[in-house]
């Protein structure tokens, strides 16, 4: 059905506000928003307005060319070691978790009013929760606003809380004390919250004093060309994550610490890859003993190419996982866990397997590692499943509709 726009032949005018330069070769979950800007942008009269830190490339060529403008607000660098704690202390007792705080700067804010007021747009969208702090500079403002949230920040908060102890459980506690102050104070502030899972429906409901949530599944680019769908000698069990995100961070742990020496015994010659953008000191000390860490890889199609298997052992947070996604797309063997798998409706056992233990973790690694005919046949299924079903099409449709009727009735 045709939207009410594509009827008159008008553009919508779609104001997007990220925490990060978007970009389709993004080293982190970023890959996501950017390659949903891309598709919008084709479609609609987008405008970006994004935060940019020292360390960060400017937004995509390819998006910015087909934007009808885009501006990149500088962050600044952020501080070290006891400046950062004492800022993020700071920002605890107003109510905002620490990455809101890294996100926070006066001039963003006075760069969203003045764009607001000379573009006029239809709509405006802000990605990720950290930037939901931005939605009061519209408060007098009769333009309908969106939240698309892609893991919600209590959700995960909560879950750290339950695995930590000592004073790291009472650092934990207070940022998901934090997140959970910063949600409720937020999220009634847009006319209708986007997520992408089922599960994450009716947490982000409970907080947003009936503000509509509605669930738009995440899509991918599916390349060209499949991956080798074996890998290549010796047997590597590749996980790739953003180490900047805490679920990322708890799987690696759990992959290298627990899961893999338990794999190594049966299979002595696997090597696990970590591959993924900002690794910690958490994540790097994991190296050694057939474990290898890479951060910020220019290109994780090489990692991709040669693992046997790509695992997915995420037992935190919400939201669906890019990085499964792209495992099904390029055509690779692939063990997921629930939390990882969720939102996505690819077969288990057919597709991938789903693993619900760490006990299934091992079985499930060791013997594709020791069958590569099986990998074979998941990797073909994952790859023909993906091509069909996998397009951005329908969930560009769907953000879509959602503006219409936003519009209709503001």
């Known amino acids: 059905m045709a939207t009410r726009q594509e009827q008159s032949g008008e553009r919508r005018r779609i104001l997007v506000c990220t925490p990060f330069p978007p970009r389709l070769d993004a080293r982190h979950g970023g890959k996501a928003p950017a390659q949903l800007l891309a598709r919008l942008a084709a479609r609609n009269e987008v405008g970006i307005l994004c935060l940019r830190s020292d360390a960060e490339e400017p937004v995509d060529p390819e998006i910015r060319e087909r934007c009808a403008y885009v501006e990149e607000v500088a ?30 700067t006066p001039a963003y804010a006075e760069r969203l009013r003045r764009v607001v007021a000379d573009r006029r747009p239809d709509v405006v969208e802000f990605h990720l929760q950290v930037m939901a702090q931005y939605a009061s500079v519209l408060d007098d403002s009769d333009i309908p606003r969106v939240l698309v949230d892609y893991d919600p ?54 907080t947003a004093r009936g503000v509509p949530v509605a669930r738009i599944p995440l899509a991918i680019e599916v390349p060209k ?30 992959l290298a610490g627990s899961i893999f020496p338990r794999v190594r015994r049966q ?47 995420i037992r935190i947070g919400g939201s669906m996982r890019m990085k499964v996604l792209e495992a099904l797309a390029a055509g690779k063997a692939l063990v997921a866990t629930p939390r990882a798998a969720e939102g996505i409706e ?65």
Request: proline share 7%.
């Open 346 to 410: 690819a077969v288990p056992g057919t597709h991938y397997l789903l693993a619900d233990s760490e006990d299934e973790v091992v079985e499930k690694l060791v013997g594709l590692l020791l069958d590569g005919e099986r990998r074979r046949e998941l990797a073909t299924s994952a790859r023909a499943w993906a091509v069909q079903k996998l397009s951005w099409d329908e969930s560009v449709a769907s953000f879509e509709r959602l503006y219409d009727s936003l519009q209709a009735t503001a």
């Open 225 to 254: 060309e499949a991956l080798d769908p074996v890998g290549a000698a010796p047997p590597t069990v590749l996980f790739v994550g953003g180490f900047g995100h805490p679920p990322n961070v708890d799987a690696a742990r759990w």
């Open 153 to 206: 920040g209590s959700a995960w908060a909560a879950d750290l809380v339950r695995t930590s102890s000592g004073l790291r459980r009472l650092a934990r506690r207070a940022e998901l004390t934090a997140w959970r102050r910063y949600e409720r104070a937020t999220r009634p502030r847009f006319q209708s919250i986007v997520v992408f899972a089922d599960r994450d429906v009716e947490p982000v409901s409970r």
């Open 75 to 104: 962050i600044g660098p952020a501080a070290n070691g006891w400046r950062q704690r004492v800022r993020w202390s700071l920002g605890l007792l107003e109510g905002l978790p620490p990455w809101a705080v890294n996100c926070r």
């Open 267 to 313: 299979v002595p010659e696997a090597e696990l890859e970590l591959v993924g953008h900002a690794p910690g000191d958490d994540v790097l000390r994991l190296q050694g003993e057939g474990v290898a860490v890479h951060g910020s890889v220019a290109d994780v199609t090489p990692f991709l190419d040669r693992a046997a298997v790509v695992v997915a052992p």
